[in-house]
Each structure stands twice: as structure tokens, then as C-alpha cells.
């Protein structure tokens, strides 16, 4: 029985407004703890929350870039229980009528994205990192208030790569929006996932378990793996997989189970008394709708029709935010006659794979756009060949530097076309029986001669050239 | 010149324009006055003083007691709550901000019931208030101090809040005039909240001219407050001296076909009631049919709201805290040492009510019913101006009397509840005295008034008309004197 996995994604993002969502402290992240509070934000008696007419503003933004329904109206509910980060004793959150309903991002369809307040930043004071066991905990209520949109997908997703790819996509079309500056660091993105595996072809999901604390892309990718082969193991074992909450440990990769009393609440949701219910104007949705930015996913469109990329690289540079800004920066860095495709070529093929193999992200390289541009200006000027232009960029990647230096240091400048014309000619007559071969059809057979060539030129010669030549020196 | 004590909020303003006293001396004359009532719970002592009276504004001059539900920069506040003790808030409620902007002047924070939960002023953490007309009993509640003071000579007016009738039914027992306004038109933001939905401020007074210059200063759209819309119309001064053209409703619900009102209150009303109609009102029945359940509503939904907003009291950031080994502990331990037994069995009713799985069933019927009694009065006031009713189906009662029966308080508001679950405004003016059920002294009565949404300036001009008619006398039981 093959076992399948079913994955949604929650995700709590940070909109970046001037103030607060219910009262007018700025937000500025990393200040003095306890610096950007007042009274309605640490929960005073008789102090009342004021909706941030920005974040709505915003909300509306990313409720239509996500193609979702906007509630004609929808109000605030009280989501009820005691903990030191929440000064009210409830959160005010959406509940039955969400701000933004049915929408797709991709291939996943969004169920609801809706409005609320972020809690205060716990820390944990002892070995634990947790708050039993630990010593003291320490409330830096900055945080508290901060405007939050949830946003909850359908289980669309069916392996953890896709999960990863798919968050990337997010991240890059709010960044775009300009609403929030989604930094998983810093908490301004945040990632839950629910998970599942069932029989393949079998229509009825599997019971999902909650995963928190996947605060990188990396985390969720490995989060998300850990838990379907943890739920693999239950099945095949003739087990069954509990509805449950795990907290995924970053360090040693694994799951563990929050005590039930650290998630099983009733949150008694009622109306929000305190608050008018939301109620967006048409025309305002609908001018959000037409100020919208280009989307990652017009973007990836522009770039396959305008630029000619090929599908998957359009889609990697249009989906994720800094490559595509990489790819951007050295496309406007490059001289005239230096194809677009070319750069992203190089940037999607071989940047990607060499930062890879560098275990960095390939835009903290030491290859900056500017440098890429100019090396990939060699290239097409056949001041160096492929081989060598890739010798080239694993230099820029591990020191940085300037390309033309490079390939002087390195002296991997091609040679100039006599030279090489000599060299073939020489070539053909040292090889008379691959010479013919090819004349008579046997395209391998070049080869040879094609091997003699590099040789003597000690690489610098591009392999097309010296085959087109080859060929034209044999009347083909 | 008459002991200041005895004037009213517009008299005394008159002798301050006239030049026979200034403010200063009005707010002394009553601060210097001992509160034999256990009505105030601060009052300004040497250096230790809140706001003081100005000299230029609408009610410059005039002193004004404060229930210790609103939040005054600097002064303690209480709610009437241990889990308070101790606590001095950072900001002033708007509210009291319009008062001071006029001119006013703080004389003290007045007693109420723990976090407005009552009807006798019986479960505030600092002890009872007395009746200024019988000191053997309750002055009504919740705003009992802010109703005391104005009854007892402690002040010339008062501020208080209403739930479900915690200014009407105290001010029917005191024999002063209490006008709850409509719900939204004065800021809740520095008020401490009880029931999100139901809380609104609103002032105490000896009668109803006074009432009226209150809450032409108090009204107003707040940006604090986001439920708050203000006046449409400013509040004109009561100027009728007769009803004549008045179409005013008799609720039977309310008055002859409910259960619990006293014999006394009963006949007093009955005056009221031809008191009207010899001014020249158009008197017939009303038909208020799901008013017999606004007890049982009220009683989820403020409980229900109750339970979230004291939530905050959790002694992590400010009031009472008891130490404990764990977090749930220090929680369990600061909530069950700083609430009392009525707070408790509240926020456990509501608590109760929200739960999964019985949410519907008793949050989702008591809005159902909110709804059809708000439909009710809507469609009274298609044939009706106004409605009147008993506000408090007894006089004040013996301290003590109603302690232990929970139920039996809660019928206190009977008359007064269904106004605030429909929004709308409602006074109490005093109509008379009567003795309670069994004999006793001779008692105020209040009679309620209530119109739709918005028609106080309509209701305070019959209010005034009447008042004129039925002669009460509105002098104040001086304290620390032999009167």
C-alpha cells in the first residue's frame, strides 16, 4: 500500500503598518523591550481597541492579490484564554466571517485569510526554552498588537518540497505587496503546517497532526519530511496516527508532542463588543485590485514571453524574491548585445548549483549581479568560453572579484579566430581517418579532431565554435 | 446665602455667575463634609486631590462625584475590587475628560458593587453604602455611592455608569433623577467594563434640568471608542411644563402584570400614571411581550461578556498578584483571593455560557431575545412617544436583606434591564414615597421613562414636566448635620 501525504499550511505574516492594529504604538522591531507600549495594548481597565485603518488597507491588498472574496462585512471576535503574552485574556481574531474567503496562490487554494492581533514576545529563561521548567519568563509586550493576517490553505499540497516552493511564492507576492517585510528570522512570517497520509486513491484524508515552529524554509521542508516518515512508521507499523500538536526542534530535527494542557482549549469565541464590524467599500476592493503589483505569477509569464526564458527558470526567478531581484539587478547591469536569457541562464543553472555546493543562498554569494553581468558580457563577446566562464564564476562565488581579472589571472581568454583556424587546419591533417568518417556522416567521429583542438588551445577554445569550424573546414 | 450643599447644579452655577460663591467654596462645602455613608471610596485629604474646579467652561465650578469605575490619571480606582487594590491608571476616561474640559471639579470616587455586578452596592470589596433616607438600608446599586452622595448632600451631581439599571434603580431608591443615555452616545474608553454591550455612562442630579446640562457635556463621538456616536442633536434644556400631544405607553408587562411590585410602588405609580394624563398625555396600554425574558437574556450575555473582560486581571501586569510555583497557580490564587463571591459566580455563568457545545443554546438564544425585545419597543414606539414604568419594583430595601438570594436581587432590575438590552435611553425621576411591603419608612419611588434611540431631549422634557407636577422635594439629607 503506497502512502500518500496531504499538506496545508497556516501562516501568520506581520503587516507592516506605522502603528499597531488596536491602538497607536509604533511597531519597530528589535527596540528596547517594553519601549512601544500603552495602555490599551497591555490590556488597562476600561481601555478600548481602535481598528488601524491600514492594516484593513492592507488586508484588502493581500485578500485580492491572493484572489480571495472580501467579506462585505465581518467582525472581530474574542478568542478566549489566559497566558502572560496575551494582556487581555483574549485575542481579537476573525471567526465564522473571515475578512478574505476562497482564493488560490498557484496551484494551492486558499480557504480564509483573516484579521488579528499578534501576542507578546515570551521569552523563557532555563534550559528548556519552554515556559514549564523554566526559571522565569520575561514579556516584552512590543510585539503585542502587532497586526497579523492568517492565512490558511487548503490541503493542496502533497509533498514538503512543494510546501517549501509554495511558501516562497507567498513570501514573494507579499513582499511585492509591500505590506509586510516577511523575515522568518524575525517572526514576521511564521509557519504552521497541518499533515496527513493516506492510502493512495484513497479520497478521505488521514487524521492531520499541527506542526509549529517551522520558522525557516529549511525547518518546514525538514519538519514536514520528519512527520510523514513518523507517520509512515505509525501506519505501516498497523498503528494510528493521533490528532495532535509537535513542536519541531530545529537542532535535532525532531517532533515532540506540547502537553495536552498547551494547545486543548475551548476558546469560548464570541463578538467582539467593543468593535464595529468591518465593512470594506466595493470601491475600495476594487481599487486595491487595480493598484495591485506584478504578481510572481504575471511575472513568470512576462519572463517566458518577453525574455524567452524557459518555463522552469521564469518560474524560479518570478517565484523567489531575492533571485529574481538578482536577476533584475544584473540584468540592468548588463551591456547591450547581452541577452536577458543568457543572464538568467547562468543565474538559474549554474549560480544556483555552485551556491549550493557553497551552502549559501545563491544571491549571499560573492558573485554580485554586477559581476555576473559582466562575465556573462565575456561570454557573449567569446572572450571566454562556457568551461571557462563556469571556472570563472566558482572564483566570483567563493572570493568575489571582477570576471576580466579573473579570466586574465586564470588566462582562460579564448583564443583569437586565426590562431584557432590554424590549429583546426592542423587538426583535420594530423586526423585523416576521423576526418573522413565525418565527411561520410558519422558525426561522432568529430570528437577527435574536436579533442586535439582543446587540447591545443588548453581549453580556452568554446566547444561550438570548434566544431562549427571543423565542419566548415571539411565542406559541411 | 443657603448652605451651598443644598443647591442644585444650575442654582449653584447661578451664584457663581451672580458672584455670591465662588467654585472653590461650593467644592469645599462638600468636601468638608464627613461621608457618614460610606459613599465615597477616595475624597481629596490636604495634598492628596484630584482634578479641581475651573473657571471658565459650561459647568465651571461645579463639583462632581465620580463612580470608581472611571479611570482618572493619578487617583486610585477600583472598580470597587480587591484585585484593584492599590491600582492608579495612567489616563482619565473620556468622560470625566468632558467634565474637567467644562470646568468640573473631581470631590471623590464614589463606592459601587465589585465591577458593577449588583443592585445594592452590597458586594463592593470596601464595604456598604448607606440610604441616606434610612441608614439601615441599601442605597441600590451599582452606582449606590454616586447615587448616596447626590441623595446625602455629599455632591451636587454624580457620575455613574448602567448595565442593566445601575443608575436607574439607585436613583429610584435615593429619590434622585439618573438618566441612562442612549447606548453609543457618551465614550466608554476609561470605563471599566462589565458588559461591553450594555455599559453606558451617565449622571446622577437632584433633577432634571441638572441631568440635562450633564449630558449635553457628556455626549460625543469618541476616537477612543469605536461604538461611540454621540448626540445627532445637541440636548436642549427641559423647558415643558405639560405632556399635552404626548402619546405615553403603559407597559403592562413592566407594571400592573408584573410580579414583585410592591403595593406601595404600585399605588405611586398608579399617581404617576393620572399625574400624566392630567398634563395632558394621551395615555393607553403597551405591549412590551418578551420583557418577561430580559432578566433571563440579560443574565447570559452580560455574564457571558463579564467573563472575557475580567480576564485581564490575571495579576501579571498590574493589581493584585499572589505568588505561586506555577503560572495557573499565581492565576487560580490572584482571581480567587482578589474577586468576590458575585464576581466569581459571573464570570463562571459566563464562562458556562460560551462553552463549546452550549454556546448557541444560551449565548445564541439570549441575542435572539435581545433582538425581539428590541423589536418590541421598536414597534411600541410606532404608536407611543415614550413609555413609562416602575423603575425598581420595591423601595430600598434592609442591608443584608437580599444577600443571600441571588435570584431575588437580580429582580431589582426587572423594570430597568429591557431598556438596556434594547439600547435605548431611560431616566428615573423621583414620583413619590411609599412604605415597603410589611410597613417602614416612607421611601422614594422612581418612575422610568423611556423613549427610542436618541429622544432624550424628548424624554428629558417630559421628565421635566412631570417632575414639576408631582412637587418632590429635591433637597438633599445633609450629613454631619442635625437635618
Redesign the interface.
Given at each position: 500500500m503506497k502512502l500518500v501525504p496531504t499538506i496545508g499550511l497556516e501562516i501568520h505574516v506581520q503587516l507592516q503598518t506605522r502603528t499597531k492594529m488596536f491602538c497607536g504604538c509604533e511597531l519597530e522591531f528589535g527596540a528596547e523591550p517594553n519601549t512601544h507600549t500603552c495602555?490599551i495594548c497591555?490590556?488597562?481597565?476600561?481601555?478600548?481597541?481602535?481598528?488601524n485603518e491600514q492594516a484593513i488597507e492592507y488586508a484588502t491588498r493581500i485578500a485580492v492579490a491572493l484572489g480571495c472574496e472580501v467579506a462585505p462585512r465581518s467582525i472581530f471576535h474574542?478568542k478566549?484564554y489566559?497566558y502572560?503574552d496575551l494582556?487581555?485574556?483574549?485575542q481579537i481574531s476573525q471567526f465564522d466571517i473571515p475578512f478574505g474567503s476562497n482564493g488560490r496562490l498557484g496551484d494551492v487554494r486558499i480557504h480564509r485569510v483573516h484579521l488579528e492581533e499578534d501576542a507578546a514576545k515570551l521569552t523563557h529563561v532555563g534550559d528548556s526554552g519552554r515556559?514549564h521548567g523554566s526559571g522565569a519568563?520575561l514579556?516584552d509586550f512590543n510585539r503585542g498588537g502587532t497586526p497579523l493576517m492568517e492565512i490558511v490553505t487548503e490541503p493542496d499540497i502533497e509533498d514538503p518540497a512543494a510546501a517549501r516552493e509554495w511558501l516562497a511564492l507567498l513570501r514573494t507576492t507579499l513582499r511585492q505587496l509591500g505590506v509586510s517585510d516577511v523575515n522568518m528570522d524575525e517572526g514576521s512570517l511564521r509557519c504552521d503546517a497541518n499533515v496527513s497520509i493516506r492510502p493512495e486513491g484513497s479520497a478521505e484524508l488521514g487524521t492531520k497532526t499541527e506542526l509549529k515552529n517551522m520558522n525557516s524554509f529549511r525547518y518546514l521542508e525538514r519538519g514536514v519530511e520528519a512527520e510523514i516518515a513518523r507517520q509512515r512508521g505509525i501506519v505501516e507499523a498497523g498503528g494510528t496516527v493521533e490528532q495532535e500538536t509537535l513542536h519541531f526542534d530545529p537542532t535535532s530535527g525532531t517532533l515532540t508532542p506540547l502537553r495536552s494542557k498547551e494547545y486543548a482549549h475551548?476558546y469560548?469565541?464570541?463578538p467582539e463588543?467593543?468593535?464595529?464590524p468591518l465593512a470594506p467599500a466595493a470601491a475600495d476592493v476594487e481599487a486595491a485590485r487595480a493598484a495591485l503589483p506584478e504578481l510572481p505569477e504575471q511575472r513568470r509569464d512576462r519572463y517566458a514571453a518577453e525574455l524567452g526564458l524557459n518555463p522552469d527558470a521564469a518560474r524560479l526567478l518570478a517565484f523567489d524574491a531575492e533571485l529574481g531581484t538578482f536577476f533584475e539587478s544584473a540584468t540592468a547591469a548588463a551591456g547591450a548585445g547581452v541577452e536577458a536569457k543568457a543572464i538568467a541562464n547562468w543565474v538559474t543553472g549554474d549560480l544556483v548549483a555552485l551556491a549550493r555546493e557553497a551552502e549559501l543562498e545563491p544571491t549571499a554569494t560573492g558573485a554580485t549581479p554586477e559581476a555576473l553581468a559582466a562575465l556573462v558580457g565575456l561570454v557573449a563577446a567569446g572572450s571566454v568560453n562556457r568551461g571557462g566562464a563556469r571556472e570563472v564564476l566558482a572564483v566570483l562565488v567563493r572570493d568575489g572579484g571582477e570576471p576580466a581579472a579573473i579570466v586574465e589571472r586564470l588566462d582562460l581568454g579564448a583564443s583569437d579566430s586565426g590562431e584557432l583556424e590554424a590549429i583546426v587546419e592542423q587538426a583535420i591533417a594530423d586526423q585523416p581517418d576521423a576526418a573522413a568518417k565525418v565527411k561520410a556522416g558519422e558525426g561522432k567521429a568529430i570528437g577527435a579532431i574536436v579533442g586535439v583542438v582543446m587540447r591545443e588551445t588548453r581549453g580556452k577554445a568554446d566547444g561550438g565554435d570548434v566544431t562549427r569550424l571543423i565542419r566548415a573546414k571539411l565542406g559541411l | 446665602m443657603t448652605d451651598p450643599r443644598l443647591l442644585t447644579v444650575a442654582e449653584g452655577l447661578g451664584e457663581i455667575a451672580a458672584g455670591n460663591m465662588s467654585g472653590d467654596e461650593w467644592f469645599s462645602a462638600y468636601a468638608d463634609t464627613p461621608d457618614e455613608l460610606g459613599a465615597y471610596l477616595w475624597r481629596p485629604q490636604g495634598d492628596d486631590r484630584g482634578p479641581l474646579p475651573a473657571t471658565a467652561g459650561d459647568l465651571a465650578g461645579v463639583p462632581v462625584a465620580v463612580k470608581d469605575i472611571f479611570c482618572i490619571e493619578g487617583l486610585p480606582t477600583t472598580a470597587g475590587s480587591r484585585i484593584l487594590e492599590g491600582y492608579v491608571p495612567p489616563y482619565t476616561a473620556t468622560a470625566v475628560e468632558a467634565l474637567l474640559a467644562a470646568g468640573a471639579g473631581v470631590l471623590g470616587k464614589t463606592n459601587m458593587d465589585e465591577f458593577a455586578m449588583g443592585s445594592s452596592n452590597e458586594n463592593s470589596a470596601y464595604g456598604d453604602v448607606r440610604n441616606p433616607w434610612d441608614p439601615v438600608r441599601v442605597p441600590g446599586g451599582s452606582s449606590g455611592g454616586s447615587a448616596a452622595v447626590v441623595a446625602g448632600g455629599l455632591a451636587p451631581c454624580s457620575l455613574g455608569t448602567d448595565t442593566g439599571g445601575s443608575i436607574r434603580q439607585p436613583a429610584a431608591l435615593c429619590g434622585v433623577v439618573g438618566m441612562k443615555p442612549t447606548y453609543g452616545s457618551i465614550s466608554r474608553s476609561g470605563m471599566i467594563a462589565f458588559a461591553s454591550s450594555l455599559d453606558q455612562c451617565g449622571p446622577f442630579t437632584r433633577d432634571v434640568r441638572d441631568a440635562a446640562l450633564l449630558l449635553a457635556v457628556l455626549g460625543g463621538r469618541d476616537h477612543r471608542d469605536s461604538t461611540s456616536i454621540g448626540f445627532p442633536a445637541p440636548i436642549a434644556l427641559p423647558s415643558r411644563e405639560d405632556l399635552s400631544g404626548l402619546r405615553i405607553g403603559v407597559p403592562r408587562e413592566l407594571s400592573s402584570d408584573a410580579e414583585g411590585i410592591e403595593a406601595g410602588v404600585r399605588e405611586v405609580f398608579d399617581r404617576a400614571v393620572a399625574l400624566c394624563e392630567s398634563l395632558g398625555a394621551e395615555i393607553s396600554e403597551a405591549h412590551l411581550p418578551n420583557a418577561r425574558h430580559g432578566i433571563s437574556a440579560y443574565y447570559v450575555l452580560a455574564p457571558a461578556e463579564a467573563s472575557a473582560n475580567l480576564s485581564r486581571y490575571d495579576g501579571v501586569r498590574f493589581g493584585l498578584r499572589e505568588e505561586a510555583d506555577t503560572l495557573d497557580e499565581m492565576y487560580e490564587r490572584t482571581r480567587s483571593a482578589g474577586f468576590g463571591p458575585e464576581v466569581k459566580r459571573r464570570v463562571m455563568l459566563g464562562t458556562y455560557a460560551l462553552s463549546s457545545g452550549f454556546y448557541d443554546a444560551y449565548y445564541g438564544s439570549a441575542q435572539r431575545v435581545r433582538t425581539l425585545i428590541a423589536r418590541d419597543f421598536a414597534a411600541a414606539f410606532d404608536d407611543f412617544d415614550l413609555l413609562i414604568t416602575p423603575t425598581s419594583p420595591t423601595v430600598a430595601f434592609e442591608l443584608g436583606a437580599r444577600a443571600a438570594d441571588p435570584l431575588a436581587m437580580y429582580m431589582s432590575d426587572y423594570c430597568t434591564v429591557p431598556m438596556s438590552l434594547a439600547g435605548i435611553p431611560a431616566i428615573s425621576i423621583p414620583a413619590g414615597t411609599a412604605e415597603p411591603d410589611g410597613g417602614g419608612p416612607e421611601l422614594p419611588v422612581g418612575l422610568q421613562i423611556t423613549g427610542p434611540a436618541f429622544s432624550e431631549s424628548l424624554i428629558l422634557d417630559a421628565a421635566h414636566a412631570i417632575e414639576g407636577a408631582v412637587g418632590f422635594d429635591h433637597r438633599p439629607k445633609l450629613q454631619g448635620s442635625a437635618s
Amino acid at each position: 500500500m503506497k502512502l500518500v501525504p496531504t499538506i496545508g499550511l497556516e501562516i501568520h505574516v506581520q503587516l507592516q503598518t506605522r502603528t499597531k492594529m488596536f491602538c497607536g504604538c509604533e511597531l519597530e522591531f528589535g527596540a528596547e523591550p517594553n519601549t512601544h507600549t500603552c495602555p490599551i495594548c497591555l490590556g488597562h481597565p476600561g481601555t478600548l481597541p481602535v481598528t488601524n485603518e491600514q492594516a484593513i488597507e492592507y488586508a484588502t491588498r493581500i485578500a485580492v492579490a491572493l484572489g480571495c472574496e472580501v467579506a462585505p462585512r465581518s467582525i472581530f471576535h474574542r478568542k478566549n484564554y489566559f497566558y502572560p503574552d496575551l494582556p487581555k485574556g483574549y485575542q481579537i481574531s476573525q471567526f465564522d466571517i473571515p475578512f478574505g474567503s476562497n482564493g488560490r496562490l498557484g496551484d494551492v487554494r486558499i480557504h480564509r485569510v483573516h484579521l488579528e492581533e499578534d501576542a507578546a514576545k515570551l521569552t523563557h529563561v532555563g534550559d528548556s526554552g519552554r515556559i514549564h521548567g523554566s526559571g522565569a519568563s520575561l514579556v516584552d509586550f512590543n510585539r503585542g498588537g502587532t497586526p497579523l493576517m492568517e492565512i490558511v490553505t487548503e490541503p493542496d499540497i502533497e509533498d514538503p518540497a512543494a510546501a517549501r516552493e509554495w511558501l516562497a511564492l507567498l513570501r514573494t507576492t507579499l513582499r511585492q505587496l509591500g505590506v509586510s517585510d516577511v523575515n522568518m528570522d524575525e517572526g514576521s512570517l511564521r509557519c504552521d503546517a497541518n499533515v496527513s497520509i493516506r492510502p493512495e486513491g484513497s479520497a478521505e484524508l488521514g487524521t492531520k497532526t499541527e506542526l509549529k515552529n517551522m520558522n525557516s524554509f529549511r525547518y518546514l521542508e525538514r519538519g514536514v519530511e520528519a512527520e510523514i516518515a513518523r507517520q509512515r512508521g505509525i501506519v505501516e507499523a498497523g498503528g494510528t496516527v493521533e490528532q495532535e500538536t509537535l513542536h519541531f526542534d530545529p537542532t535535532s530535527g525532531t517532533l515532540t508532542p506540547l502537553r495536552s494542557k498547551e494547545y486543548a482549549h475551548d476558546y469560548r469565541y464570541f463578538p467582539e463588543p467593543d468593535l464595529v464590524p468591518l465593512a470594506p467599500a466595493a470601491a475600495d476592493v476594487e481599487a486595491a485590485r487595480a493598484a495591485l503589483p506584478e504578481l510572481p505569477e504575471q511575472r513568470r509569464d512576462r519572463y517566458a514571453a518577453e525574455l524567452g526564458l524557459n518555463p522552469d527558470a521564469a518560474r524560479l526567478l518570478a517565484f523567489d524574491a531575492e533571485l529574481g531581484t538578482f536577476f533584475e539587478s544584473a540584468t540592468a547591469a548588463a551591456g547591450a548585445g547581452v541577452e536577458a536569457k543568457a543572464i538568467a541562464n547562468w543565474v538559474t543553472g549554474d549560480l544556483v548549483a555552485l551556491a549550493r555546493e557553497a551552502e549559501l543562498e545563491p544571491t549571499a554569494t560573492g558573485a554580485t549581479p554586477e559581476a555576473l553581468a559582466a562575465l556573462v558580457g565575456l561570454v557573449a563577446a567569446g572572450s571566454v568560453n562556457r568551461g571557462g566562464a563556469r571556472e570563472v564564476l566558482a572564483v566570483l562565488v567563493r572570493d568575489g572579484g571582477e570576471p576580466a581579472a579573473i579570466v586574465e589571472r586564470l588566462d582562460l581568454g579564448a583564443s583569437d579566430s586565426g590562431e584557432l583556424e590554424a590549429i583546426v587546419e592542423q587538426a583535420i591533417a594530423d586526423q585523416p581517418d576521423a576526418a573522413a568518417k565525418v565527411k561520410a556522416g558519422e558525426g561522432k567521429a568529430i570528437g577527435a579532431i574536436v579533442g586535439v583542438v582543446m587540447r591545443e588551445t588548453r581549453g580556452k577554445a568554446d566547444g561550438g565554435d570548434v566544431t562549427r569550424l571543423i565542419r566548415a573546414k571539411l565542406g559541411l | 446665602m443657603t448652605d451651598p450643599r443644598l443647591l442644585t447644579v444650575a442654582e449653584g452655577l447661578g451664584e457663581i455667575a451672580a458672584g455670591n460663591m465662588s467654585g472653590d467654596e461650593w467644592f469645599s462645602a462638600y468636601a468638608d463634609t464627613p461621608d457618614e455613608l460610606g459613599a465615597y471610596l477616595w475624597r481629596p485629604q490636604g495634598d492628596d486631590r484630584g482634578p479641581l474646579p475651573a473657571t471658565a467652561g459650561d459647568l465651571a465650578g461645579v463639583p462632581v462625584a465620580v463612580k470608581d469605575i472611571f479611570c482618572i490619571e493619578g487617583l486610585p480606582t477600583t472598580a470597587g475590587s480587591r484585585i484593584l487594590e492599590g491600582y492608579v491608571p495612567p489616563y482619565t476616561a473620556t468622560a470625566v475628560e468632558a467634565l474637567l474640559a467644562a470646568g468640573a471639579g473631581v470631590l471623590g470616587k464614589t463606592n459601587m458593587d465589585e465591577f458593577a455586578m449588583g443592585s445594592s452596592n452590597e458586594n463592593s470589596a470596601y464595604g456598604d453604602v448607606r440610604n441616606p433616607w434610612d441608614p439601615v438600608r441599601v442605597p441600590g446599586g451599582s452606582s449606590g455611592g454616586s447615587a448616596a452622595v447626590v441623595a446625602g448632600g455629599l455632591a451636587p451631581c454624580s457620575l455613574g455608569t448602567d448595565t442593566g439599571g445601575s443608575i436607574r434603580q439607585p436613583a429610584a431608591l435615593c429619590g434622585v433623577v439618573g438618566m441612562k443615555p442612549t447606548y453609543g452616545s457618551i465614550s466608554r474608553s476609561g470605563m471599566i467594563a462589565f458588559a461591553s454591550s450594555l455599559d453606558q455612562c451617565g449622571p446622577f442630579t437632584r433633577d432634571v434640568r441638572d441631568a440635562a446640562l450633564l449630558l449635553a457635556v457628556l455626549g460625543g463621538r469618541d476616537h477612543r471608542d469605536s461604538t461611540s456616536i454621540g448626540f445627532p442633536a445637541p440636548i436642549a434644556l427641559p423647558s415643558r411644563e405639560d405632556l399635552s400631544g404626548l402619546r405615553i405607553g403603559v407597559p403592562r408587562e413592566l407594571s400592573s402584570d408584573a410580579e414583585g411590585i410592591e403595593a406601595g410602588v404600585r399605588e405611586v405609580f398608579d399617581r404617576a400614571v393620572a399625574l400624566c394624563e392630567s398634563l395632558g398625555a394621551e395615555i393607553s396600554e403597551a405591549h412590551l411581550p418578551n420583557a418577561r425574558h430580559g432578566i433571563s437574556a440579560y443574565y447570559v450575555l452580560a455574564p457571558a461578556e463579564a467573563s472575557a473582560n475580567l480576564s485581564r486581571y490575571d495579576g501579571v501586569r498590574f493589581g493584585l498578584r499572589e505568588e505561586a510555583d506555577t503560572l495557573d497557580e499565581m492565576y487560580e490564587r490572584t482571581r480567587s483571593a482578589g474577586f468576590g463571591p458575585e464576581v466569581k459566580r459571573r464570570v463562571m455563568l459566563g464562562t458556562y455560557a460560551l462553552s463549546s457545545g452550549f454556546y448557541d443554546a444560551y449565548y445564541g438564544s439570549a441575542q435572539r431575545v435581545r433582538t425581539l425585545i428590541a423589536r418590541d419597543f421598536a414597534a411600541a414606539f410606532d404608536d407611543f412617544d415614550l413609555l413609562i414604568t416602575p423603575t425598581s419594583p420595591t423601595v430600598a430595601f434592609e442591608l443584608g436583606a437580599r444577600a443571600a438570594d441571588p435570584l431575588a436581587m437580580y429582580m431589582s432590575d426587572y423594570c430597568t434591564v429591557p431598556m438596556s438590552l434594547a439600547g435605548i435611553p431611560a431616566i428615573s425621576i423621583p414620583a413619590g414615597t411609599a412604605e415597603p411591603d410589611g410597613g417602614g419608612p416612607e421611601l422614594p419611588v422612581g418612575l422610568q421613562i423611556t423613549g427610542p434611540a436618541f429622544s432624550e431631549s424628548l424624554i428629558l422634557d417630559a421628565a421635566h414636566a412631570i417632575e414639576g407636577a408631582v412637587g418632590f422635594d429635591h433637597r438633599p439629607k445633609l450629613q454631619g448635620s442635625a437635618s
